[in-house]
């Protein structure tokens, strides 16, 4: 998955969709932004200025799908926390998942989230539901899985048809609902696909590089100066605002 | 966790995390089921009373386990680790062998602190000396300062006439208000006859053995003397500590009846410290 | 009633006054169990963890009781293993303490995972490639060894021994009681070796990630140590402190001595590999995953003094002082330097949870400050309450210290 800084308007479709395709409940009474459940979110980053020189950029962000090595799969004591081989989405299993909250420790990207309530949803609202999610309960974590139900229902497919699954048999929800078309999502081991292009432009990169996690949502913008406020570590972007 | 549940795999990560888990929880599981059936089986053996012995020797103080070597002055310092049988005792058996071949006199130390000690009885630790009849049974009674202790018989509970009884077990109850404990028999045998008011001695004993090996853990009236001097001054260590302060001794003679000397919350320790019981 | 249970020949206050002294604490745990069931029946919004501070105070208390109990295992290895027969005279104590702060991190855990019904997932679908993995399969394991050592002291008490059974039972298991204390040792080797390597292998966390030798990181060593030498200072410190309440010596000053010089060459050994680490972190850990370590101390109240007090202050300090003779001479001094010994641990286990997760690690993160709930504060009070409380009716009713008795009398 490549998202392009420079498109996004910061809208928050894709939350919208995010959250509607997979079955987040709504917020419950006393949420938090840090409580909150947010498969997907779209962080404003500015560079520390004020207001009218300020520069800011939306960066969506969610489970950056990190390479074999992930930090949460191989921390979760009771394999919650699963990696696709096929595809390289990481996936978490919330039936299985004991609430201990290890994984959400070890992601570096904050991408994990806990159900700290009873999921509920209004009297009625239960009919929107996705039928192709399954629910969670209360006291496991979740997080995205780019929209797991949706690369099921391709799977189906593409074995009702006798046929491999193909990389563009689906687009999670975010892709879909983007409506400057920001995110491109794709086989990133198939050189001739889109994702794999814009995967490869000198703009790209990816966050927290040097962690080697090796995630597979990268980031590109033609902005120089959002490459660097995003790549540096805090250490210098703490400096900055100290000094500015 | 088992081949058969969903998901696991033979890696080797697997192979070496679950077999060193079962390891120890079969280690665990072995260890404790070994200790319930050596429990079960020593508790149909007649082993309850050496083994209630060995642990109540093992809980003792220090200073209640002190070997019988040092009253008769053959060595400075040294606690017994043979539960007081000393036929078991290594150093004990070389102790008797230089004493045989005249290199260690067994001399008798300067007084015995005023209690009496009759040289035709041998002493058991736990207070109670024992008397060999020419017709091969003993007699067994409390030695002076025990007496000085327990001076009203009939809080003493004696066992019935041919009840068995085993070296270091309950011989006798002694009930007071407030505080119990038991009198430890000197040997193994039988009761043959229970003494009455006024008696001597309490029970008359058929012992099991006669041997030598039988008799070798009490201790000769020259042994005695020291260590009823040195119990004596245990039990008054005992006392003052715990802010009772019984005011005996100082070198004088010990009082005629301790008993009284005691005050009553102070007891129950008396009795535990003098007949061997933690 | 009351007097029977108590050993004979020790000296107790009376049973009003100890009710008097155990009943505040029956509050607190009273509290703090109303605490648990709000968390148990609400789930955990009753805390103020977040999905940014998934690990909050009740981790931090695991994590430290667990260092400070192990004094069990250490206690044990020494006595029943090296065969150093002095420490026979905290060994019950440290039994005791032992089984306190494993039970009480264990409950702890229970009321902190979002779904305890499901705690059996992990020994049923273990990933042994976690480090919570080994900790649960090692925890638990150890809470079953320390409740069987802690049987043989309730069977002594003086009613209880009275029945033929139990005395056998206990004779016997005490008999056996090498194995379990080998087998202790082996599983607290492993477990607070995983405690260290839980915040270690986050590579996600560069302030607490350390490179590994083999499959564990540096922290997995440094914990063992660190465990081992925190486990002897907490006994002396107990012990000292049991003794100072209970107005009376319960163990002999040479004692406290031995404690006290095992626990600072361990302290040692430890602080100098810790700085070692310390020191290959700032210049090849950090740096390597993009970071300046020096960056992890410019937030708040978390400076590099922090690094100072747990490595020299809280570190190097008490362990010289607890080597030093001259200290050793001094109880008072010598208890001052386990104290240290022990908050130097203390502060460890609080800068590897804590500020491991304060600290921002994408560059548009903030440092997160979180204060813990209410509900959180009880909970962690009733564990410190239970384990008065079990100690408390242990030191009444059983012989913690055989030399009590002696020390009364001397």
Known sequence: ?244 | MFPWVYGFTWSTGNLIFLGIFFTVVIVIGLTLGLSVLRSLRSAQSNEIAHIRWKSEFHDLPAAARTCRHIFAGDTRERTCAHDFDCGTCTAHRHIEELRRSGRIVLHRPAGSGGFSVSSERLYHRGHTWLRREPDGTVVVGLDDLASRLVTDRSTLGLPPVHAAVFRNAPLVTIRRASAGTRILAPIDGEIVEVGGEGCEWLVRLRPRSLGTDAFAHLLRPAEAAGWLQYEFERLQRSLASGGVGVTMADGGLPMQELASAVPVDAWDRALGEVFLEP | MDSSLIPRGLQRTSFPRFLAWVLPWVALLGVGLFAVYLCLAYGLNQTNMDNRFAFGAWIYLDLTVIALGAGAFFTGFLLYILRRKELAAVINSAVVIGFICYSGAVAVLMVDVGQPLRAWFTFWHPNVHSMLTEVTFCITCYLTVLAIEYVPLILKNRKLRKNASMLLFEFQLHKLMVVFAGIGTFLSFFHQGSLGGLYGVLVGRPFAFRPAFGIWPSTFFLFILSAAAAGPSFILLTSWLVSKIARKPLVAPDVYRTLGRISGSILLVYVLLKAVDTLVWINRTAPGLGFQASSFYRYGDFGSWILFAEIVLLGLLPALMLLSSRVAQHTGWLVTAAAMACSGIVLNRFVMTIQTLALPTLPFDAFLSYVPSWQEVATFLAVIAYGVLVYSFSFRYLNLFPQERELRSA
């Not at chain 1, 207001?51 to 992930?70: A, I």
């Not at chain 1, 949706?150 to 409506?179: I, M, N």
């Not at chain 1, 990816?206 to 959002?226: C, I, Q, W």
């Open chain 1, 1 to 244: 998955m490549v998202i392009d800084l420079d498109r996004c308007t910061g809208c928050g479709a894709c939350v919208i969709a995010c959250a509607v395709e997979n079955n987040v409940p709504p917020a419950h009474e006393g949420t938090t932004p840090r409580t909150g459940l947010t498969w997907m979110r779209v962080v404003r980053v500015d560079d520390g200025r004020s207001f009218p020189d300020t520069r800011s950029v939306f960066v969506p962000l969610m489970c950056q799908q990190c390479d074999h090595h992930t930090p949460c799969v191989s921390v979760c004591p009771q394999n919650a926390v699963e990696y696709d081989e096929e595809t390289g989405i990481v996936t978490q299993v919330p039936v299985r998942c004991l609430g201990c909250r290890y994984c959400m420790t070890a992601c570096p990207y904050h991408a994990r989230y806990f159900n700290w309530w009873d999921p509920e949803w209004p009297a009625g609202m239960e009919q929107t539901l996705n039928p192709d999610v399954s629910t969670r309960m209360r006291g496991v974590a979740e997080k995205c899985n780019f929209c797991h139900g949706r690369l099921q229902a391709a799977r189906a497919k593409a074995a009702a048809g006798s046929r491999p699954l193909a990389p563009d048999d689906y687009q999670p929800a975010c892709v879909e609902a983007c409506p400057t078309e920001a995110i491109v999502f794709g086989d990133l081991n198939d050189p001739r696909s889109t994702v794999s292009a814009a995967a490869s432009s000198p703009d790209t990169f990816r966050l927290l590089e040097h962690l080697g996690t090796g995630p597979k949502v990268r980031y590109r913008s033609r902005s120089a100066a959002v490459r660097e406020s995003l790549t540096r570590n805090s250490v210098s972007s703490e400096k900055e605002q100290v000094h500015g």
